[in-house]
């Protein structure tokens, strides 16, 4: 089966360094994805890694350790507007096109 | 734009009434996926399709129904909704295989009273 561990809540303060951290269980590897999802809306990429290391992207950067089967997405300099679920999802299963999604981490940023 | 449109957004329907909630892309993508959100559950895969007139299921196709009959228009067809099919639904594409970056429709609540 496909698990994906992720925190349920986390809360940080503006301008603040937040990590939201991923383990995943899968069977097959294709990559995998960070999305950010507000309040009633649908979800929107933020990142893929499919190799080891770190992928930097303005204020955000996703790490991935294949051997581990870790991940983690850290925003810098958090702003009001970051406050969202954030979904960590795999691309694995038999096909490696099957998307397997973690519960998602509700962030709440405080002024 | 590039996008993809689910309608309806939001539908209140009775038990046993079917329904269709269509979804269509206009970015030629070949794989297309079906998710319903549930509180404390988060996103799970209903169907999804790789190509036209290939489909399979996801973790909960139990009550569902699909088809890829064109590239664009992936429907999702609910032929008796129960009360427990009530959701936020989403239709999502993306180029390849599934594992390059998926966009999103905007959603559809549906509501099985």
């Known amino acids: 089966g496909q698990n994906i561990d992720q925190p349920t809540e986390m809360t940080a303060t503006e301008g603040a360094i937040v990590q939201i951290n991923c383990t995943y269980q899968?069977?097959?590897?294709?990559?995998l994805f960070w999305y950010q999802q507000h309040a009633g809306e649908a979800p929107t990429f933020l990142s893929y890694?499919?190799?080891?290391g770190l992928e930097e992207k303005g204020r955000f950067s996703s790490f991935l350790s294949r051997s581990k089967g870790y991940s983690y997405l850290l925003l810098k300099e958090l702003q009001m507007k970051d406050s969202a679920s954030y979904l960590c999802?795999?691309?694995?299963?038999?096909?490696?096109?099957?998307?397997?999604f973690g519960r998602g981490t509700q962030l709440t940023v405080w002024p | 734009e590039a996008q993809v449109t689910q309608n309806p957004r939001y539908l209140i329907t009775v038990t046993g009434k079917k329904l269709t909630v269509t979804c269509s892309q206009n970015?030629?993508?070949?794989?297309m996926s079906w998710y319903r959100q549930d509180p404390g559950l988060g996103l799970r895969q209903i169907y999804y399709?790789?190509?036209?007139?290939?489909?399979d299921k996801g973790d909960v196709p139990e009550g569902y129904k699909v088809s890829r009959k064109e590239k664009r228009n992936f429907p999702l067809i609910l032929e008796s909704p129960s009360p427990n099919q009530t959701s936020l639904y989403f239709c999502?594409?993306?180029?390849?295989?599934?594992?390059?970056?998926?966009?999103f429709g905007q959603g559809t609540r549906l509501t099985v009273v």
């Open positions: 999502a594409s993306s180029h390849g295989q599934g594992n390059t970056e998926a966009f």
């Open positions: 899968t069977s097959g590897f294709n990559g």
């Open positions: 890694n499919v190799l080891d």
């Open positions: 999802a795999v691309a694995g299963g038999s096909t490696l096109g099957r998307l397997y």
């Open positions: 970015m030629n993508h070949e794989y």
């Open positions: 399709s790789m190509n036209v007139e290939v489909t």
